[in-house]
């Protein structure tokens, strides 16, 4: 039977049930389903790499600016790199997020000179994204395609030495302002590499923060699996890059992507944005969609795994968040 991307993914708690995994019992962190309750205004945060952080950082520091606090949604849902805005903006104000990251030192840009924008990829991120493009391409659906990435990348830690776990746990942390999940409804998504199935972790998950965080952006670029307990985790965009359709019930919808609203994906297989909007507007929702303006896209480069980005992505995101707050006041409030 075909499974579709949108299949509904477990929510952790620390009483779930363990359950088997290659013929041993391996505890996990979650595999219950718990129902939430709609509310008024919900904002996604898309993934998209360093470059996508900084940007949409910069685009709520910017909508923040012009009167429009987005921050205060009643629920918000980060995947990859947007699990650490959704972390980052429940702590700490806009205008500090924004002014931390025009203040870090400026780092040379990687890759060598490009007939694209100037640079391509090069080292790991080309890998990855050779890797993974075959995975999509021999898969049958989005679930074999996650079940793929979950075994590729189980293969690749089982050959490593262990430290890459640490190391992106610190980086993590360093990252967050503070290490306590907020009160109000954050969703962290990511995806079980054993079983390619979603996870989504919240307050109520018994997950550290930065566990979350690290799992949902385990992204592969030079990160392994991560691990909570026995369980080992990729990054929440092998569901959907924005995750979006998790907000059905809530009344506003605001999703800010980095990628643009693109899938690598087949289109059949429903992962793109316009899907995931399609079904919220089918629910009753009003969606309204952020995406890079030109001067954002000029200021990504060819790869949004490079640091060196994001001061431009994340002023071009200020600019672009003043620009829109006016049309997207009446929508939000």
């Known amino acids: 039977m075909n499974t579709t991307p949108?299949?509904?993914?477990?929510?952790?708690?620390?009483?779930?049930?363990?359950?088997p995994r290659s013929g041993q019992d391996q505890p996990q962190a979650g595999a219950v389903r718990r129902p939430r309750a709609a509310g008024e205004r919900a904002l996604v945060l898309g993934g998209g790499g360093?470059?996508?952080?900084?940007?949409?950082?910069?685009?709520?520091?910017?909508?923040?600016?012009?009167?429009?606090?987005?921050?205060?949604?009643?629920?918000?849902i980060g995947t990859s790199a947007g699990s650490t805005a959704a972390a980052q903006i429940t702590s700490a104000t806009p205008a500090e997020l924004l002014a931390s990251i025009l203040a870090a030192a400026p780092r040379q840009r990687t890759g060598p000179a490009g007939s694209d924008s100037g640079r391509v990829p090069i080292g790991p991120a080309a890998d990855h994204m050779e890797r993974t493009s075959g995975i999509i391409a021999t898969a049958e659906d989005a679930?074999?395609?996650?079940?793929?990435?979950?075994?590729?990348?189980?293969?690749?830690?089982?050959?490593?030495?262990?430290?890459?776990?640490?190391?992106?746990?610190?980086?993590?942390?360093?990252?967050?302002?503070?290490?306590?999940?907020?009160?109000r409804t954050v969703l962290i998504v990511a995806v079980d590499a054993h079983t390619g199935e979603p996870v989504v972790f919240d307050r109520h998950s018994g997950v550290d923060l930065a566990d979350a965080v690290a799992a949902s952006s385990?992204?592969?670029?030079?990160?392994?699996?991560?691990?909570?307990?026995?369980?080992?985790?990729?990054?929440?965009?092998?569901?959907?890059?924005?995750?979006?359709?998790?907000?059905?019930?809530y009344g506003r919808v605001l999703v800010l992507s980095p990628l643009g609203?693109?899938?690598?994906?087949?289109?059949?297989?429903?992962?793109?944005?316009?899907?995931?909007?399609?079904?919220?507007?089918?629910?009753?929702?009003?969606?309204?969609?952020?995406?890079?303006?030109?001067?954002?896209?000029?200021a990504f480069g060819s790869n949004l795994?490079?640091?060196?980005?994001?001061?431009?992505?994340?002023?071009?995101g200020y600019n672009q968040g003043r620009a829109l707050a006016g049309q997207l006041t009446e929508f939000w409030r």
Do not use: C, K
């Open 218 to 249: 385990a992204n592969g670029f030079g990160v392994p699996p991560y691990g909570i307990g026995d369980s080992r985790y990729i990054d929440g965009g092998y569901r959907r890059n924005e995750n979006a359709d998790l907000a059905a019930g």
């Open 50 to 76: 360093s470059a996508g952080n900084a940007w949409s950082i910069g685009v709520i520091a910017g909508l923040f600016d012009a009167g429009l606090d987005v921050t205060e949604a009643d629920l918000i």
């Open 6 to 19: 949108s299949s509904t993914p477990h929510f952790t708690s620390p009483t779930a049930s363990d359950r």
């Open 261 to 298: 609203g693109r899938t690598r994906h087949p289109l059949d297989w429903g992962m793109q944005l316009a899907a995931q909007a399609d079904e919220l507007r089918a629910g009753g929702s009003r969606v309204e969609t952020i995406l890079p303006d030109s001067d954002s896209r000029d």
């Open 305 to 316: 795994m490079d640091p060196s980005t994001r001061p431009p992505a994340a002023r071009a």
């Open 143 to 183: 679930a074999d395609m996650r079940r793929r990435m979950g075994a590729a990348a189980l293969e690749m830690d089982a050959a490593s030495d262990g430290s890459g776990q640490t190391r992106w746990r610190a980086t993590v942390a360093a990252r967050l302002p503070s290490q306590r999940w907020p009160e």
